[in-house]
């Protein structure tokens, strides 16, 4: 049983996805969408809740929070895939031919706050019968293999409830709330013999294992494969690459891109168009896994390779992706003046004011961890500036934050209160209550030391 803190939104999307994994569709959209309550930019909230809503098959407003998403986090590759799978979805519901086409384009990790509507979501609901008796209805037999493709690893689960309900006893008892076994076991086995009619007619990305096996193998005898199926493997890779590194196996999301990389160095250009984009993409995502595993020279090297693919092959976004990443791993081992020069070369790539307050932000802090703090407090300045220019409130906190941490190190005590007071407005702003409790003390600490600046320059 997972335990949730009040308003712990993390705790909520952990729980969503264990709801998710048990086949309960409709309480996993509810934890999602509890997470997005008091934060609609919330991206691991958002992306719960479109994955929620793609496994119920409600692939339209899936695929409106995927966008989200992807607006709000575009350097998370996730968002892109989910896009991707969503709208091969749709097609394939109204039996429309499709065509996938990979893009590479990933920015700085940044923060926007902007409304959200409520939607009206779709529920699949499996209702029993009122004559419904344990003993199931005879229905037409489905091939074991057929309906194992189509349930994957939920094909176990029904086998054991299909054995079951072969217990009587047990199928006449009932639990401490009343309710009978048998309709517990009917009702698990409905939705899964729903959701695997709903797979069979529908065949979304995630229903392909074998299909996309069968495809691989075809690949290797092969020297000519179609455009549309080297785009469809190379789509489904990287979702599995990134929902590794994501649902914390670094170790298997980096073996996997490592297989995928050795795949794609052997296909010439003819077939893959994007081969050399795509190679320095790989990279990228080699370097976050070791990244995660705290390998840190290897996560260097492997960024270190995406930035001169990306330079080789003159690719804007997959310079500044790579070289977001290289100054990541660099504040990571305390190296902040390597840190500060990677991102300081980055800084004419940066498309938005966003892009430029998230850099401005971490440049400032490597300064503040050099001690050198009067630039710190420029980068601070220069981060609220454009964090100003986009309305981004969450931002101009960060930045307000930076500057006061800069002037108490200067001890300019009058100007670290007024900015630490400008924060605390800010926090209260955007309901942050840990910022709001983590500035009063700073405000506490800043006051005692101003009065006694006061009391010593009066004795002296």
Same mark, same amino acid.
């Given at each position: ?7 712990d939104?993390? &705790?909520?999307v952990?729980?969503?996805k ?10 996993? #959209?509810?934890?999602?969408e ?22 119920? @098959? ?27 799978? +969503? ?5 394939? &519901?109204?039996g ?16 926007s706050?902007q ?10 609901q ?10 199931r ?14 349930? @994957? ?17 047990? /199928? ?5 709330? @009343? ?5 517990? !076991?009917?009702?698990?086995? +409905? ?9 069979q ?9 074998? =299909? ?12 000519k ?9 190379? !789509?489904?890779?990287?979702? *599995?690459i ?11 999301? &980096?073996?996997?891109a ?6 794609i160095q052997?296909?010439?250009? *003819? ?7 795509? %190679?320095?993409?790989?990279?990228? &995502? ?6 995660? /595993?705290?390998?840190?020279?290897a996560? #260097? ?26 100054g990541?791993?660099?504040?990571? %081992?305390g ?7 990677t ?7 940066a498309? +938005?004011? #966003? ?12 300064? #503040?961890?050099?001690n050198?703090?009067e $630039?710190a407090?420029?980068? @601070?300045?220069k ?19 930076? /500057? $006061? ?5 200067l001890?300019?005590?009058?100007s670290?209160? /007024? ?10 702003l ?11 003390? $700073? ?5 005692? +030391?101003?009065? =006694?600046e006061?009391?010593?320059?009066? =004795?002296?």
């Amino acid at each position: 049983a997972l335990k949730l803190r009040a308003g712990d939104k993390h &705790c909520l999307v952990a729980r969503s996805k264990c709801y998710l994994k048990l086949g309960d569709t409709e309480n996993s #959209l509810k934890d999602a969408e509890a997470s997005l309550q008091n934060d609609k930019t919330f991206s691991k909230g958002l992306y719960q809740k479109a994955e929620a809503l793609y496994t119920m @098959g409600d692939f339209e407003f899936a695929l409106v929070f995927y966008h989200r998403g992807y607006r709000l986090r575009p350097e998370l590759q996730k968002f892109k895939l989910g896009i991707e799978k +969503s709208q091969e979805a749709i097609v394939n &519901c109204i039996g429309s031919p499709s065509s996938v086409k990979l893009e590479n384009k990933e920015d700085l990790c940044f923060i926007s706050r902007q409304a959200e509507s409520k939607k009206a979501n779709q529920k699949l609901q499996i209702k029993l019968t009122k004559d419904q008796k344990w003993t199931r209805r005879q229905e037409p037999v489905r091939n074991p293999k057929t309906e194992r493709e189509l349930l @994957g690893e939920l094909y176990a689960d029904k086998a054991y409830l299909e054995k079951l309900l072969k217990d009587k006893d047990l /199928m006449e008892s009932s639990t401490k709330q @009343g309710i009978k076994v048998a309709d517990l !076991v009917l009702s698990s086995i +409905s939705y899964l013999d729903a959701r695997s009619e709903f797979w069979q007619q529908q065949k979304p990305i995630y229903a392909r294992v074998r =299909e996309y096996k069968l495809r691989q193998q075809r690949w290797i005898r092969d020297k000519k494969r179609k455009p549309a199926e080297v785009a469809r493997y190379i !789509v489904k890779s990287m979702e *599995d690459i990134n929902m590794l590194l994501t649902g914390d196996s670094p170790e298997e999301s &980096c073996k996997k891109a490592e297989r995928v990389l050795k795949t794609i160095q052997g296909w010439s250009e *003819d077939e893959v168009p994007n081969k050399n984009e795509l %190679i320095g993409n790989l990279h990228s &995502c080699i370097g976050n896994a070791q990244l995660e /595993m705290g390998q840190m020279v290897a996560a #260097l090297q492997s960024h270190k390779m995406d930035l001169e693919f990306a330079r080789q092959n003159n690719l804007p976004d997959a310079i500044s992706r790579a070289l977001d990443n290289i100054g990541r791993v660099y504040a990571s %081992i305390g190296k902040f003046q390597q840190a500060i020069d990677t991102w300081e070369e980055n800084i004419p790539m940066a498309k +938005s004011s #966003l892009e430029k307050t998230w850099l401005f932000h971490e440049i400032g802090q490597c300064y #503040l961890k050099l001690n050198k703090a009067e $630039a710190a407090q420029n980068y @601070g300045e220069k981060s609220l500036q454009s964090a100003d220019e986009e309305g981004d409130v969450e931002w101009q906190l960060h930045a307000t934050v930076l /500057m $006061a941490q800069a002037q108490v190190k200067l001890k300019d005590y009058q100007s670290a209160i /007024m900015s630490f007071e400008r924060a605390l407005e800010k926090a209260k702003l955007i309901h942050n209550e840990d910022a709001q409790k983590a500035i009063i003390t $700073a405000l506490d600490d800043v006051s005692r +030391s101003f009065i =006694e600046e006061l009391n010593k320059r009066k =004795e002296e």
